[in-house]
């Protein structure tokens, strides 16, 4: 037979978007994934009291300046930036914490009762070199808390973070913390780091060696072996520490203490934002390769001032919600998979469909799935659909059925046959057939 001729629109790199390389599956026969894991996300931190925000995916670019700082890699060489028709430099952004702290200033609610819990969705928009795991375009969850010190703050937002990843049945993530202190401490500690790693300036990569002068710290975060192995000999954060911040710490861990949360202090930890300052932390995995950080935080008591308001303490975290999905897959942890169609109508003829059309209304009106041919196929075609998208009951009406006001429903899996009146209590009576199926199913 004639071999089909397949016809590609365009050329290949067309539909090839940059930021989309390595992109896990988004296509709706994978929509059931992230759903499954966003809604475990939103109910989890809306049982801690955070609130959804939705901010704009892009912001000027100075916010990302000011905010996630100029030192940063993000900044200086990952953003997406551009000027628009009216001459602003806008950027994607990298990020959700920014445009969230710009969101809350914004429109005051800083005034209201603290603290501010806020939890979102944001797609990211970074420039980097993409691999499994390191995407231009990803998604991020993350919870926001405006307006408290208090270390209990800390160990709750790790405990949201935890209680997420033990809901979504993630195993062997190594919880590190730190404490990096606040930009006083950090001026003398980054004096001791400068000392010590210009001991091996000809050895560091030439990033680290960029970052000597501006910031040294970001040094102990380079993935290079060398530099890597360098960086274990360098003064630690945790000698040079203030005293309230050393007490600080010392309570944070009491709190994850009593809730049982286990964690490992890793005085590296130091984040490749700008904004920290006392607690970081990060979730961090073995089974997905090289980028297995799914989930980084900590506090930011400089940014809403440094963003131009009052001095307001605040902390978060974000989780890469891409990362997340790699890693629940690389430990086998089933995601169920929800109904797909609870009633599939094939008909015969116009008068038919006409009538499958008030059928199928009843039918979704009770909360199920219900569909009917819309192609025009021929009624073997519209069985073997029905039985490729997983119809759990189908349904044949044609002129027949019609004068006779009933029809036969067929179980498409027992293949068991029950009648039911093609009447006002039709949606009725396929509800409890379809409910005596799930309940034969458990036992
Ligand atoms: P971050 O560590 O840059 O922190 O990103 C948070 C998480 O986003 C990472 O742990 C990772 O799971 C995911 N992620 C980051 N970059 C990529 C990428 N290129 N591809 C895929 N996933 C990625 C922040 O963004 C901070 N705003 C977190 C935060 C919120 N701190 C306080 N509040």
New binding site residues.
């Given amino acids: 037979s004639k071999a089909k001729e397949i016809i590609v629109p365009f050329e290949m790199e067309w539909t090839l978007n940059d930021a989309q390389f390595f992109v896990p599956q988004r296509l709706p026969k994978d929509s059931y994934r992230w759903q499954f894991v966003e809604d475990v996300m939103r109910k989890e931190s809306a049982a801690y009291g955070f609130k959804e925000i939705r901010t704009p995916v892009f912001e000027h670019t100075e916010l990302f300046a000011r905010g996630?700082g100029q030192t940063t890699d993000?900044v200086q060489k990952e953003m997406y930036t551009f000027d628009t028709k009216g001459g602003e430099s806008v950027t994607l952004r990298?990020?959700?914490?920014?445009g969230a702290a710009r969101a809350v200033l914004e429109h005051g609610l800083v005034n209201d009762s603290l603290p501010i819990k806020a939890s979102y969705f944001v797609s990211?928009y970074?420039y980097?070199k993409p691999q499994a795991?390191?995407?231009?375009e990803?998604?991020?969850f993350?919870?926001?808390c405006y307006g408290t010190q208090s270390p209990v703050a800390d160990a709750e937002l790790i405990c949201a973070a935890q209680s997420i990843f033990d809901r979504l049945g993630i195993k062997q993530l190594r919880l590190e913390i730190n404490s990096i202190g606040c930009p006083t401490c950090r001026a003398e500690y980054h004096k001791a780091l400068k000392e010590y790693f210009y001991g091996y300036k000809d050895e560091l990569c030439e990033t680290c060696n960029s970052r000597l002068e501006k910031n040294p710290m970001r040094i102990l975060d380079c993935k290079s072996p060398v530099c890597s192995k360098i960086a274990q000999g360098a003064p630690k954060i945790t000698d040079y520490l203030c005293d309230e911040f050393i007490e600080h710490f010392a309570s944070v861990q009491k709190y994850l203490d009593a809730a049982g949360v286990e964690y490992t202090v890793n005085p590296t930890i130091v984040?490749?934002?700008d904004?920290?300052t006392k607690t970081v932390f990060?979730?961090v995995t073995d089974f997905i390769g090289a980028?297995g950080?799914?989930?980084?935080?900590?506090r930011?008591d400089g940014l809403i001032e440094e963003l131009g308001g009052k001095h307001l303490p605040s902390?978060?975290?974000?989780?890469?919600i891409?990362?997340?999905l790699m890693l629940m897959d690389k430990q086998g942890i089933e995601i169920p998979k929800p109904s797909t169609c609870d009633l599939y109508v094939a008909v015969m003829g116009e008068s038919a469909s006409l009538k499958s059309f008030e059928i199928i209304k009843a039918v979704r009106s009770c909360g199920l799935i219900a569909e009917t041919d819309v192609v025009g196929r021929g009624l073997r075609a519209q069985m073997k659909y029905a039985d490729k998208i997983g119809a759990k009951f189908s349904m044949v009406l044609g002129d027949n059925e019609i004068e006779q006001g009933k029809a036969v429903i067929k179980n498409m899996s027992s293949g068991e046959q029950t009648e039911i009146v093609l009447d006002d209590t039709f949606a009725e009576k396929f509800m409890v057939l379809q409910l005596a199926d799930v309940d034969s199913f458990k036992l």
């Fill in positions: 996630v993000v990298p990020e959700g914490t920014a990211c970074r980097e795991g390191r995407l231009r990803f998604h991020q993350g919870l926001e984040r490749g934002l904004y920290y990060e979730f980028q950080t799914v989930c980084g935080g900590g930011y902390l978060g975290f974000a989780m890469g891409e990362r997340l």
